[in-house]
């Protein structure tokens, strides 16, 4: 079974487990005020793009109960400003901007005053997160047509490979399917089991022999810190490395299958992604091994038309240079340092969604 | 100017700047026992596989003298069993295997006792550690056929993409070139400026506007602590990246060269480097950005038929999940962790060394 990212408190207050402090310290945080769920969104304390337009319906609707005896425009000018400091919190996650736009329509959609848009704006975002929930699972489950056809074109390659002659017969023992998988895309970036995790979350639960490959993911280390956290509790077989070590895996024929997660998809297939999936999806090109980017409905942006439109949120040097606090580099070396890239679209062997393998255009 | 690794201390010590603790402290060690040398080169105390053969015949000579009042026989197989000692500490640099080789057949050369054998291993460790001081001076210099080809290149791509009408005069301004580098090959990595980092050097001192991108090289990061600390006292502008970030840095037209070192060079050209350098070569193939390999004759392993045959150091799981002491993936996850990998000589444009810029097979 599965970890939690998140859950409604006592009274309807928005709780997370602060994951900047994993794998050290699980701590729960009750947040119910705008200012401190926007600070969690931004610090990364909760992260992952299904997760924070999750968190951010939940907070929004968490923090608006105090102001619930306002009449209802002063109540619905509240939920417009509140909404947009939150959609502010991370630019790149159009989960994020899509949620807030689904709790701004359904408190307008609302009768009456501040009290009963207020109950409303709780019913919608329970509902999104329940919605996200199953939409985890669907992708999960959508995502073992591939998983099969993987098992068995590795099934095959491994006969080939290492002569081995009782894989030739025609019912081979099922083989490890080896996935590599970058940042975190599990159940603590949704409200669910995950995006790319939950396909091996399902592969799992239906007894397919895993072996998962955790990059590290600088410069956050989402995969080491939270990947490996979640699949040690789950006792999901899998091994941590650098980032840069992946391509050797691919060389050395330990990859069977590449599966990522998204923060938003341009209507041409486009796909921004942790920053290392490009590397990746080029690596995984050349070695001939397919890439699945595994992501729920609200990561396409149709108003995108391709990855060049998808703005990058650049973040701050320290992440980089002082991991930890410690100086790692010189005072004063200007970094690069890009939460997100862009994997185009060519470079993808298809999307996993909740309503099974797509392609592009996504309208 | 560039910075030193190592040089002779005070009655002939081996003095190395202990580069584990760069770029927070700068602490000279003063070695001259065999141990003590292994284990500098064992935890990187000295890296870079032409300073880690320096350092190694440097670190004989020292410790051997207070052995010299040995008979002749017994000077020389305590000369063998040191020398074996001093190049089992790390596997995959040639350069280690060759001083080493070099310095025992000086032994063998050298007439009389314990004491004429030990003043040949002297004049041949400095022999050593002068002829890599001139290596790299030499490979900077075949480099800039490279860089001036590049800056060439660059200068029309920049008139044609940003339709700049000055630069399509017959005398364009100078352009940044924008270098792309992984790990260290510099001053640190050497006896004398470097390799990779040698034609950065001596491209500044004729006046090349750069721009070094510096891949920080997870996990030892190597390009945070070391090569940018370097670049900094240079004086050199430059800019510190996630390993992860550098296929970013290619899309967006932002990179001209990618320049890297080697610690062993198979005769077909397949070239063992930093891990990390084969999906940077990877990339640069992807986006048609030239890659070259600088390294001295002394990296060539012509006994070597290609890279399978290089053996790949596998290091402490610790580097990556412990990195500066702070638990960052849960206990017990197990890590993928080799030194180095291997790029085939097809992704590589060219091998530039002291004797020019050159191609396989390297007989």
Redo the contacts between chains.
Sequence with gaps: MHVRALEWGPSGVLRILDQTLL??EERWLDLDRVESVAEAIRMLRVRGAPAIGVAAAMGLAASLRRSMELPRERFLQLVDASAAELAAARPTAVNLAWAMERMRRAARAAKGGGASVCAALHEEAEAIRAEDEGMCRAMGEAGQAVVDAQAHRRTGAQAQSRADARARTSHPAPRTLRILTHCNTGALATAGMGTALAVVYVAHERGVPLQV??D????L?QG??LT??EL?KAGIP????????????M?ALEVDLVLVGADRIARNGDTANK??T???A??AR?HGIPLYVVAPSSTFDPACPDGAAIP?EQRA?AE??R??G?????E???????AF??TPALLVSGWITERGVLGPPFD
Tied chains: 1, 2.
């Design positions: 794998p050290r490959w955790v590290e993911t600088r410069p280390l080491s810190r490996a956290w040690a899998h091994t941590v490395l650098p980032d840069s070590a992946a391509a050797s895996l060389a920053v290392g490009y590397p990746l080029i690596a050349h990058i040097g980089v240079t991991p930890f410690v100086p790692i580099a010189p004063g070396s200007p970094v690069f340092n890009p890239d862009v």
